[in-house]
């Protein structure tokens, strides 16, 4: 039993050689006056990681002194023990700058930004019950965000990140301190910019390891890879859409779909060296941990002679899936296992688009290499990966449907039964008039045939200080037009333009039925709810009928997640609990749907205690 825990207990990775600094301290070192910390679970050294500043350990001990040694050894005792019974004590730290960097991809340069030069950039590290604080300075000519893309900030929305939702943006010369515990979350999440199109290069994961002592609930994998889905343009992406909303019409899509940064050895202008290659062992098991962090397109992987089990999705463990093909829309991350159990040589991963509505997308597929470590060389032969067509439904609605919470004793499905608050929300894209455009019209988002207008103010700080004029709280529960939602659209296509927001009372509990509608062209939307997980009790195709559609729902082990992807001419129905006070942002993860005002808010009250109450906002946080 001691060797299957001992082989079950998640370490952090080492981290990369570019960023240590020779700096070596006792594993129990003081962080700040008067609490001592013990990082990692070794009795050894730790490094400070000069680009986050975070410190993991290190195998290996330094020489110590005898006495020096004999001293030592019971406080280092005692900081294990203090270290296994409460990790709430450690606190990470982690500085993000924020510059162009010049890259080069697809035969072509161009500057874009970074942050600390990374693209994709740094991972954050941190256990649950950790207290993470990031120092983002912008040294860059543009405004800009940071979100936590699924950490639940409880109490903590003013590090949230949306831009002018929770915060003014981190002006250029400026910086903000993000100050927030991930509690009650393990698993793999990401960050990334929350203000017009700058996630398509400022963007990372986030691995949240569990508590120390606390093993995974399937095999520990031999190794773990982060691997970040992306897309690139050869243009500038400010450029894109900004163009785009000064004519009302859609932007130019990618030119091509990258794999942590790349794309690929099967891309134009590459060699059979370029892009990331994945090392393994024959006969170990390694765990990947996959995000969409992708502007616009929904995306299948997979890896060639390889199955695939699913074990986690955005931060919630699952009941184990096999397969061998994901679906990831932008914003998701999943984890599976994955066994090397093939023959040496090289195997393609990759990554291609899914859509099922009559529309544009980036048909380029990013590729990367799974590479056997007793493989002669990197020219020996390489399997291929024959992706799935561009509208495979019956391959995406199977793996969405398969999902399903772990619903353990140690990670129950805490599902609301009974429902508060009953919300029916119609999503998609209409047209409202404009002068300046091509056509004299403007493609608009719509949730509720509600355009959703930012405001100047953030709508969390008018909350607080009772700002009036910059929200109204008159965001409608149901459509205010009837009609065959997934048929031809109303003869009206114009919709509603307003900063409305839906108020929640503290702990109720909310069923959100979201409908896709065809008033343009029926189409998938990646929803993303903030400061939130829910659970996915339902989905279906056509229009949901509340009489008979409920008899299907699942209440059981229905999926948990913080983005859901509703399907094309279909519907999804969340539940959740508003057990979180302040202001939350809802919105499509397409960012070309949130740039057209597919998003609403919702703001939710305090509750009684305080420990229900959001805190008072920090000192530096960004004016307007």
């Given at each position: 039993?001691?060797?299957?825990?001992?082989?079950?207990?998640?370490?952090?990775?080492?981290?990369?050689?570019?960023?240590?600094?020779?700096?070596?301290?006792?594993?129990?070192?003081?962080?700040?006056?008067?609490?001592?910390?013990?990082?990692?679970?070794?009795?050894?050294?730790?490094?400070?990681?000069?680009?986050?500043?975070?410190?993991?350990?290190?195998?290996?001990?330094?020489?110590?002194?005898?006495?020096?040694?004999?001293?030592?050894?019971?406080?280092?005792?005692?900081?294990?023990?203090?270290?296994?019974?409460?990790?709430?004590?450690?606190?990470?730290?982690?500085?993000?700058?924020?510059?162009?960097?010049?890259?080069?991809?697809?035969?072509?340069?161009?500057?874009?930004?970074t942050v600390n030069g990374k693209f994709p950039g740094p991972t954050l590290y941190a256990r649950e019950?950790?207290?993470?604080?990031?120092?983002?300075?912008?040294?860059?000519?543009?405004?800009?965000?940071?979100?936590?893309?699924?950490?639940?900030?409880?109490?903590?929305?003013?590090?949230?990140?949306?831009?002018?939702?929770?915060?003014?943006?981190?002006?250029?010369?400026?910086?903000?301190?993000?100050?927030?515990?991930?509690?009650?979350?393990?698993?793999?999440?990401?960050?990334?910019?929350?203000?017009?199109?700058?996630?398509?290069?400022?963007?990372?994961?986030?691995?949240?390891?569990?508590?120390?002592?606390?093993?995974?609930?399937?095999?520990?994998?031999?190794?773990?890879?982060?691997?970040?889905?992306?897309?690139?343009?050869?243009?500038?992406?400010?450029?894109?859409?900004?163009?785009?909303?000064?004519?009302?019409?859609?932007?130019?899509?990618?030119?091509?779909?990258?794999?942590?940064?790349?794309?690929?050895?099967?891309?134009?202008?590459?060699?059979?060296?370029?892009?990331?290659?994945?090392?393994?062992?024959?006969?170990?098991?390694?765990?990947?941990?996959?995000?969409?962090?992708?502007?616009?397109?929904?995306?299948?992987?997979?890896?060639?002679?390889?199955?695939?089990?699913?074990?986690?999705?955005?931060?919630?463990?699952?009941?184990?899936?096999?397969?061998?093909?994901?679906?990831?829309?932008?914003?998701?991350t999943t984890n599976v296992l994955v066994t090397a159990d093939q023959s040496a040589g090289r195997y393609?991963?990759?990554?291609?688009?899914?859509?099922?509505?009559?529309?544009?997308?980036?048909?380029?597929?990013?590729?990367?290499?799974?590479?056997?470590?007793?493989?002669?060389?990197?020219?020996?032969?390489?399997?291929?990966?024959?992706?799935?067509?561009?509208?495979?439904?019956?391959?995406?609605?199977?793996?969405?449907?398969?999902?399903?919470?772990?619903?353990?004793?140690?990670?129950?499905?805490?599902?609301?039964?009974?429902?508060?608050?009953?919300?029916?929300?119609?999503?998609?894209?209409?047209?409202?008039?404009?002068?300046?455009?091509?056509?004299?019209?403007?493609?608009?988002?719509?949730?509720?045939?509600?355009?959703?207008?930012?405001?100047?103010?953030?709508?969390?700080?008018?909350?607080?200080?009772?700002?009036?004029?910059?929200?109204?709280?008159?965001?409608?529960?149901?459509?205010?037009?009837?009609?065959?939602?997934?048929?031809?659209?109303?003869?009206?296509?114009?919709?509603?333009?307003?900063?409305?927001?839906?108020?929640?009372?503290?702990?109720?509990?909310?069923?959100?039925?979201?409908?896709?509608?065809?008033?343009?062209?029926?189409?998938?939307?990646?929803?993303?709810?903030?400061?939130?997980?829910?659970?996915?009790?339902?989905?279906?195709?056509?229009?949901?009928?509340?009489?008979?559609?409920?008899?299907?729902?699942?209440?059981?082990?229905?999926?948990?997640?913080?983005?859901?992807?509703?399907?094309?001419?279909?519907?999804?129905?969340?539940?959740?609990?508003?057990?979180?006070?302040?202001?939350?942002?809802?919105?499509?993860?397409?960012?070309?749907?949130?740039?057209?005002?597919?998003?609403?808010?919702?703001?939710?009250?305090?509750?009684k205690r305080p420990s229900e109450t959001l805190i008072p906002p920090p000192k530096d946080l960004p004016?307007?």
């Open positions: 039993m001691k060797n299957d825990m001992a082989a079950r207990n998640p370490t952090p990775p080492q981290p990369p050689p570019w960023a240590i600094k020779t700096m070596r301290r006792p594993a129990c070192h003081s962080m700040q006056p008067g609490i001592l910390h013990c990082l990692g679970s070794q009795a050894s050294s730790f490094v400070l990681v000069s680009s986050d500043q975070v410190a993991l350990p290190v195998p290996g001990s330094m020489a110590m002194p005898r006495r020096l040694d004999q001293l030592l050894l019971p406080l280092m005792a005692s900081c294990f023990l203090l270290q296994a019974l409460s990790v709430h004590a450690i606190t990470r730290h982690y500085k993000f700058n924020v510059v162009m960097r010049n890259m080069t991809r697809l035969c072509s340069t161009k500057s874009i930004l019950g950790d207290n993470v604080l990031v120092k983002v300075v912008n040294q860059a000519s543009h405004n800009v965000t940071i979100h936590w893309h699924g950490v639940r900030q409880i109490r903590t929305g003013w590090y949230d990140g949306p831009a002018y939702i929770t915060q003014c943006p981190i002006q250029p010369g400026s910086s903000f301190l993000y100050n927030f515990t991930v509690t009650g979350q393990r698993g793999t999440l990401l960050w990334h910019a929350h203000i017009n199109w700058l996630r398509a290069t400022v963007h990372g994961a986030i691995v949240i390891l569990p508590k120390l002592g606390v093993p995974y609930p399937f095999p520990a994998p031999h190794k773990e890879a982060v691997v970040v889905l992306g897309e690139w343009w050869k243009a500038d992406t400010e450029t894109v859409i900004n163009q785009a909303m000064q004519l009302g019409v859609g932007p130019n899509i990618s030119d091509s779909h990258t794999i942590n940064g790349h794309p690929g050895p099967m891309s134009d202008c590459a060699s059979s060296q370029d892009g990331f290659n994945l090392d393994v062992e024959n006969d170990k098991t390694y765990m990947l941990r996959i995000i969409n962090a992708g502007l616009n397109d929904d995306l299948f992987f997979k890896i060639a002679g390889h199955g695939l089990t699913v074990v986690e999705v955005d931060a919630v463990y699952t009941k184990p899936y096999k397969t061998d093909i994901l679906l990831i829309t932008p914003g998701q393609l991963l990759s990554v291609s688009p899914f859509l099922d509505a009559p529309l544009q997308v980036d048909n380029k597929t990013g590729t990367a290499t799974l590479h056997y470590a007793n493989t002669v060389s990197a020219t020996a032969r390489l399997t291929l990966v024959k992706p799935p067509p561009q509208n495979a439904t019956p391959i995406a609605s199977k793996f969405s449907e398969s999902l399903r919470s772990l619903n353990s004793k140690e990670y129950p499905a805490n599902v609301p039964q009974t429902v508060d608050h009953s919300l029916f929300f119609t999503i998609g894209v209409g047209v409202n008039p404009c002068a300046n455009c091509i056509n004299g019209t403007r493609v608009v988002g719509t949730i509720n045939n509600s355009t959703f207008v930012m405001p100047s103010t953030p709508i969390l700080q008018a909350r607080y200080y009772s700002i009036p004029g910059v929200f109204t709280e008159d965001f409608p529960a149901t459509p205010p037009h009837k009609f065959n939602y997934t048929g031809s659209g109303p003869k009206n296509l114009q919709t509603m333009k307003g900063t409305r927001v839906y108020r929640l009372p503290y702990n109720a509990s909310v069923q959100v039925i979201l409908q896709d509608t065809g008033i343009i062209s029926t189409e998938s939307h990646p929803i993303h709810l903030h400061g939130f997980n829910f659970f996915v009790v339902g989905r279906g195709v056509g229009n949901y009928n509340p009489k008979t559609s409920p008899s299907t729902f699942n209440l059981i082990d229905p999926v948990e997640r913080n983005t859901i992807g509703v399907p094309t001419g279909g519907w999804t129905a969340i539940r959740f609990r508003a057990d979180n006070p302040g202001v939350w942002f809802m919105h499509c993860h397409f960012e070309v749907h949130t740039s057209w005002g597919l998003k609403m808010v919702f703001v939710v009250d305090n509750g004016q307007c």
